[in-house]
């Protein structure tokens, strides 16, 4: 009996991830775990979606004793509160849902701290026994929704505030890792090659995301800043506005484009399109509705304390978009030429050295394998950097959902919360500081690989 438990279990843990890639092109071992993690994250946006609709409430009363609460006296009274339809629906099930994901992933950046060599006993934790961790996880989701309510919601809402601007840092090391590589991929295809269609691509999606740029500041004014009342979404706009425009002249100053070729018009007008996302994510949080037509006010009694109806807006749709984008191209992308994107994404470079000869080394014995191991000399990746890149992205996904609102005890409203309004709003002004100080860094230290 026990062989057969072994057998049974191996066949779940090591072969999860070679069924996963299954129907895929052949990858790496490395690329696989981290498509699995992310798989995680996608089904955790995926509930958080489902949860918010409207309709998924009304279905849940109907099925007996799930939203009433249950007569077995190990619960205690705020334990059965916690699970009526108002708990396990709405903002609720999302914070609820995301502090699961959150703990699985925060256990593994715990265990997963300094693991240098493929041959450490957690390598092998992270890269099989997906049933059981697969487990795991879904026995935290389930137990989430037992949380009591009092004194989580709003705790839990500055935890994701904080884990939320942080991943929005990171977002933008991420696209800037992507504007860096995509800009040097076509210029080098462009002087190798001498096509013509690489230089008008690169001059096509500059004026693509300028275009949609300035069309969003000048929507931004007219439904945020129009109004007497609106001074300060003004002045946020077009404070905005000039600081992205000063980031594009930097970006291609010729001391900048000495120590940094690569840099140019591409990767600016792809900042100026994020900031100019922010800036309007932001807006979205004001408490004045005439400044902030988003604001859903409910009814006149919710009226006068701020209370609003939580809606699944464009810009909530497109932070989710972006976000399952970066999540993507963090698990697919093996090698960067930044600093700041090698801290998040690849290994040391002798490992991804390595894997390019092992590669060659291992084709003919892979005989139609499609995941092969490339991390025989080395972890390919931080893992512990990973694991804490898809914890904030979990937060963030939690924010962006609720809108960074605040919710309140009834768990019916969320109210309008001014620190969401200006973590994104000094989100957008990090984020460009970081993206100046990557072009202007190497030339003020010349000296230093940045």
């Known amino acids: 009996m026990g062989c057969i438990v072994s057998s049974v279990a191996c066949c779940f843990c090591s072969s999860a991830a070679s ?134 919601t709003n705790l839990w809402m500055y935890v994701g505030m904080i884990g939320g601007s942080l991943y929005i840092i990171i977002q933008l090391i991420l696209l800037v890792d992507f504007a860096h590589s995509w800009n040097e991929n076509w210029l080098t295809q462009y002087e190798e090659s001498g096509e013509k269609c690489y230089a008008l691509g690169l001059i096509f999606f500059t004026f693509l995301f300028n275009s949609l740029s300035i069309a969003g500041i000048i929507l931004l004014f007219i439904f945020y800043a129009s109004a007497p009342q609106c001074g300060l979404n003004k002045a946020l706009i077009s404070l905005n506005l000039i600081f992205c425009f000063l980031a594009s002249v930097i970006s291609i100053l010729p001391r900048v484009q000495e120590y940094m070729p690569q840099s140019g018009l591409l990767q600016s007008s792809m900042i100026t399109a994020y900031v100019t996302f922010l800036t309007w994510s932001g807006l979205t949080n004001g408490h004045d509705p005439v400044c902030n037509p988003s604001l859903t006010i409910a009814n006149s009694t919710n009226t006068q304390d701020g209370s609003v109806v939580l809606k699944f807006d464009r810009h909530i749709a497109i932070g989710i978009i972006v976000l399952v984008l970066s999540v993507l191209y963090s698990t697919l992308r093996s090698s960067t030429k930044t600093s700041a994107g090698k801290f998040l994404i690849s290994g040391t470079e002798d490992t991804t050295l390595a894997e390019q000869f092992s590669s060659a080394d291992d084709d003919d014995e892979r005989d139609g394998q499609k995941v092969w191991d490339n991390e025989k000399n080395g972890v390919a990746y931080n893992y512990f950097m990973y694991h804490f890149m898809m914890l904030l992205a979990t937060l963030y996904v939690m924010v962006m959902l609720t809108n960074w609102l605040k919710p309140q005890n009834d768990l019916k409203t969320l109210v309008s919360n001014s620190a969401g309004f200006w973590v994104r709003i000094v989100s957008s002004w990090v984020c460009l500081g970081i993206y100046v100080w990557t072009l202007i860094a190497p030339a003020l230290f010349p000296d230093r690989i940045f």
């Open 19 to 152: 069924l996963c890639c299954a129907c895929l092109p052949s990858c790496k071992s490395s690329t696989s775990s981290r498509m699995m993690f992310s798989i995680i994250l996608i089904v955790t946006v995926l509930l958080s979606v489902i949860a918010l609709i409207p309709d998924v409430k009304d279905s849940l009363t109907k099925i007996p004793a799930l939203c009433t609460p249950f007569k077995l006296s190990p619960f205690t009274k705020e334990q059965k509160a916690a699970l009526d339809c108002d708990a396990i629906t709405g903002f609720g099930a999302v914070y609820r849902i995301c502090f699961a994901s959150t703990m699985f992933y925060l256990v593994f950046c715990v265990i997963m701290i300094r693991v240098h060599s493929s041959m450490d006993w957690r390598a092998k934790l992270q890269n099989g026994f997906w049933f059981f961790k697969y487990l795991c996880w879904f026995g935290l989701l389930i137990s989430a929704f037992f949380i009591p309510v009092e004194g989580f």
